[in-house]
């Protein structure tokens, strides 16, 4: 099966779903970098939605926890240098440009970069930067560019 | 003698991240959180660490902190001051950093418990 980049209008909104462990019902929600961590389970990308399908998001993810949506305009993710990657109505996964989409990990790197850190990969940038003050990473930076969407559903 | 156990409970954070840590794994297996379950060697390898932690520097109050379980079935624990946070990732290694909003800095195992009594006493 083969992605297609999808370019997205920049004022566009997209959802990125996330849960909380129970004991944090009735605090304050904050957004963390961990919301936007990748699962290297199935694909390698952060998973997200078009905010059109949030409702359809949400009902597929099947968290027993309290979950909530977060939700962004495509265009400052864009200019992060991330990239879409259309998979399936309105799903899609945020990338790497130079990411091979590689579903296959055990047989092949997950990564093509072979020069630097992968800014995408928390652990990759720990490993390899220890005692070094050094920019936030992708998912830091990801925080800031999204917002709790408290709409009623 | 209230008085001085009530101080007693409130820098108490060690016991504190404790029970946040068997809340967590109780939940973990009880609910479906939609992430992979960290295993039980990764909870006991959490506590383990939190009490190296605590025998390294002797700690004025922690904020309360916050466990979470990561997409890859990562054990994670943060504190948030109000000059960056401190992020601990615990899988088969153990990752720890201190950041802000623009920078971050990994930080050495032995270094964390510094970093942590320098944000708290700082806030």
């Known amino acids: ?153 | 003698m209230t008085t001085r156990t009530l101080e007693r409970l409130s820098i108490d954070w060690f016991d504190m991240v404790k029970q946040q840590l068997d809340a967590l794994r109780d939940d973990c297996h009880r609910l479906n959180s939609g992430y992979p379950v960290p295993s039980d060697a990764t909870f006991e390898k959490a506590k383990l660490t939190i009490e190296k932690f605590r025998q390294l520097a002797d700690f004025p109050a922690l904020p309360e902190s916050e466990v979470s379980i990561g997409s890859n079935g990562e054990v994670i624990i943060m504190w948030d001051f109000s000059r960056g946070c401190v992020e601990l990732t615990i899988a088969d290694t153990i990752h720890a950093r201190v950041y802000n909003d623009d920078n971050q800095e990994v930080l050495e195992l032995p270094r964390v418990p510094v970093v942590l009594s320098f944000l708290a006493k700082a806030a």
């Open chain 1, 1 to 153: 099966m083969s992605f297609e980049e999808l370019v997205l209008p920049p004022s566009e909104s997209v959802v990125r779903l996330f849960a909380r462990h129970p004991s944090s019902l009735g605090k304050p929600i904050k957004i963390r970098p961990k919301d936007f961590d990748r699962g290297m389970g199935y694909m390698s990308g952060i998973s997200m939605y078009r905010a059109k399908a949030k409702e359809v998001a949400r009902g597929k993810w099947g968290s027993e926890w309290p979950k909530g949506i977060l939700i962004g305009a495509a265009g400052p993710i864009q200019e992060l240098g991330l990239v879409f990657y259309h998979t399936g109505n309105d799903h899609f996964s945020v990338r790497c440009p130079i990411c091979d989409l590689n579903r296959n990990q055990t047989v092949l790197p997950l990564c093509k970069k072979t020069v630097g850190l992968c800014d995408f990969d928390p652990a990759s940038a720990l490993t390899a930067a220890v005692g070094q003050t050094i920019p936030v990473g992708i998912r830091d930076r990801l925080v800031k560019l999204f917002s709790v969407d408290t709409a009623p559903y």
